[in-house]
Every structure is written in C-alpha cells, then in structure tokens.
C-alpha cells in the first residue's frame, strides 16, 4: 500500500511563504483525490483543500486564493504553496490520499507555525 510523508514545514513570517510537499512511497496514478487537512490541538481537523484528476483543485474559504495544490504524478508528489500565511495557519498539515470504497491514507505531519 502506498505510504504518504510530508515535508517543508518550519517557522514563517506573518505575509511569508512555505511550500509543503507530499511524497508517496509508490504510484498515485490511481489515486484521483488527494489533498490536505490541517489540525491545531485542542481543536477540531480542518479540511484545507484537494486535487482530484480531471477536475482541478478545491479549496477551504479560509484559504481560497491564498494557497495553491499542485500534482506531479511523475514523482509520485502533491504540493501545497502556502502564500500569504497569518498566525491562525498555524497547524500540523497532513496529506491524505482516497482510495478504493473511500477508504483513506494519511501522513504522519508537519508542523507549520506562523509567527513574528
């Protein structure tokens, strides 16, 4: 089963950028939904937006028009540009992939944390 591993979390500037990545273990050619949730604890998992083939992206109100989910099926990876990030982004980002019967695969996290 494909495995999920994100990257390029850390500590950003209010108005600054990041770019997390979503690498998976094998193919995702098969996998037409993929996207992100964000959690901070104590409170409840929030969906930030998906990719799904043949369809394009969908986003969260939140961050509509602030962040961006690429695909690049030649590396097996999704992306998210994270532009314009206030404090109340900051979360632990998690991948996530559907598969078959709806049943889903996520990554273990990364922390992004806004703040002067």
């Known amino acids: 089963q494909v495995q999920l591993v994100e990257s390029g979390g850390g500590l950003v500037q209010p108005g600054g950028s990041l770019r997390l990545s979503c690498a998976a273990s094998?193919?995702?050619?098969?996998?037409?939904?993929m996207g992100w949730y964000r959690q901070v604890p104590g409170k409840e998992r929030e969906w930030v937006g998906d990719?799904?083939?043949?369809?394009?992206?969908h986003y969260a109100d939140s961050v509509k028009g602030r962040f961006t989910i690429s695909r690049d099926n030649a590396k097996n990876m999704i992306f998210l540009q994270m532009n314009s990030l206030n404090p109340e982004d900051t979360a632990v980002y998690y991948c996530?992939?559907?598969?078959?019967?709806?049943?889903?695969?996520w990554g273990q996290g990364t922390q992004v944390t806004v703040s002067s």
């Open positions: 094998g193919s995702i050619f098969s996998i037409n939904v």
């Open positions: 990719i799904t083939s043949g369809e394009g992206s």
């Open positions: 996530y992939g559907v598969l078959v019967r709806s049943n889903m695969i």
